[in-house]
């Protein structure tokens, strides 16, 4: 069993920044970013490998958004640039224990969530 803890979110302007965590109790083969606005699908954001530190991105929020890991503490980090009031959702912790990928369905963990909020 992996459990998952997201933090980080809160109330932002447009072109300002905010650092999303989330901590992982268990092994798992990679740790994705997930986001859902209000009327929306879910949709990917990133994702990262653990062994290898592989990443991927959405085209929405390459250039912007950066995951990165830390092995020893078994925890992961979106760290987001230049927010714009379309970031807005809430933002979603997932891990999988085979291979990674953007859909929603290839992950078998998931965190409660984490409100991003971007507006002046």
Do not use: H
């Amino acid at each position: 069993q992996v459990q998952l803890l997201e933090s980080g979110g809160g109330v932002v302007q447009p072109g300002g920044s905010l650092r999303l965590s989330c901590v992982a109790s268990g092994s798992s083969f990679a740790m994705g970013w997930f986001r859902q606005a209000p009327g929306k699908e879910r949709e990917f954001v990133a994702a990262i490998t653990w062994s290898a530190g592989a990443t991927y991105y959405s085209d929405s929020v390459k250039g912007r958004f950066t995951i990165s890991k830390d092995n020893a503490k078994n925890t992961v980090y979106l760290q987001m640039n230049s927010l714009k009031p379309e970031d807005t959702a809430i933002y979603y912790c997932a891990a999988t224990k085979s291979y990674g990928g953007s859909r929603s369905a290839q992950y078998d963990y998931w965190g409660r969530g984490t409100q991003v909020t971007v507006s002046s």
